[in-house]
């Protein structure tokens, strides 16, 4: 039996992936008596290899779904033979894209200083199927990620910086098995409840490790908060609490996408403008934040396609 800790370094995948792929029932932990957190038993890591493989052959996480459920082969085929159609795509619009540029670098040897403006070019390059060339597709091993050291780094593109207004929270924290979830639950719960998305058309979600992994287990902890209006009721086991707010780095992920706290670290600690400026304490996650956007939307249903930003609070230098 391994724990998550030792299943995510011998992997090298986040103990967060690893969590997300048990909440969408890729992978089936155990849990040993007496012991309240995962373990993981030799046919869990099997499968375990089983997806990393799919997903290093750009496999996405749904027909990985579908290829290990026990479908039978006509479904694997099924699935497999889709991803194929989908990289003879991206083969057919590269080979053209190489074939034009070579043509362009050919038009420049000659002397010629500007691209060739041919009217049939456009219609060449408007028929390229670049959009079945899957630039931003959802990594969530730190492999996938490491095509090029450019890939693997953010830049001032995709960072954002924004200020977080002030406000009154319902708060909600707890530490045990499956935290997240058992927030997420509890959390859900008050907002239907109290209807408080019509009172609060505005209201947020901010969420983050309270206390983070410590230890082999990856036991930890998760607080959530949820915006409130001024006087707005809270009742327990929610608290109430005033967020200060303030300027934060924020990089948007698709749930699930956790490894890229990582390149938002290096993106801040790179940084020539900006400087970290939380307490420093690791107990509540350095007081970064993970945001889920348009929570108004999507608090009652399913966050399958969730988005989250990840933020770390920042001053200027």
Not at 278 to 300: H, R
């Amino acid at each position: 039996m391994l724990t998550i800790t030792q299943v995510s370094k011998q992997f090298g995948i986040s103990p967060r992936t690893l969590r997300y792929y048990e909440q969408i029932g890729l992978l089936t932990p155990s849990k040993k008596e007496d012991f309240a957190y995962r373990v993981y038993d030799p046919e869990t890591v099997s499968r375990l290899r089983q997806i990393i493989v799919l997903r290093k052959l750009r496999i996405p996480l749904k027909q990985a779904a579908e290829i290990l459920s026990g479908g039978g082969v006509s479904a694997a085929i099924e699935a497999f033979e889709r991803n194929l159609a989908e990289i003879e795509d991206e083969i057919t619009a590269l080979s053209t894209i190489r074939e034009l540029i070579k043509k362009f670098i050919g038009h420049l040897n000659m002397g010629e200083f500007t691209l060739p403006d041919d009217e049939s070019l456009l219609d060449v390059v408007d028929a390229l199927t670049v959009s079945k060339i899957n630039f931003k597709e959802e990594k969530t091993m730190d492999d996938l990620n490491k095509a090029s050291e450019k890939l693997n780094k953010l830049n001032d593109k995709n960072v954002r910086i924004v200020y977080l207004p002030p406000s009154d929270v319902a708060a909600y924290q707890y530490e045990g098995p499956d935290p997240e979830d058992v927030v997420n639950k509890t959390m859900t719960d008050f907002v239907v409840k109290s209807g408080l998305p019509r009172v609060k058309p505005d209201l947020r979600l901010y969420g983050f490790n309270c206390p983070n992994p410590s230890d082999a287990t990856g036991a930890h902890g998760y607080e959530m908060w949820v915006t409130i209006p001024e006087g707005f009721g809270v009742p327990a086991p929610l608290v109430k609490k005033h967020f200060n707010g303030g300027m934060y780095c924020a990089h948007m992920i698709p749930i699930g996408a956790f490894e890229e706290w990582a390149l938002l670290e290096k993106w801040m600690s790179e940084s020539p403008k900006y400087e970290y400026n939380g307490k420093g304490c690791p107990s509540n996650m350095f007081d970064s934040l993970e945001e889920c956007l348009n929570y108004v939307n999507c608090y009652d249903k399913p966050w399958d396609n969730v988005q989250l930003d990840l933020l770390i609070p920042i001053r200027e230098k």
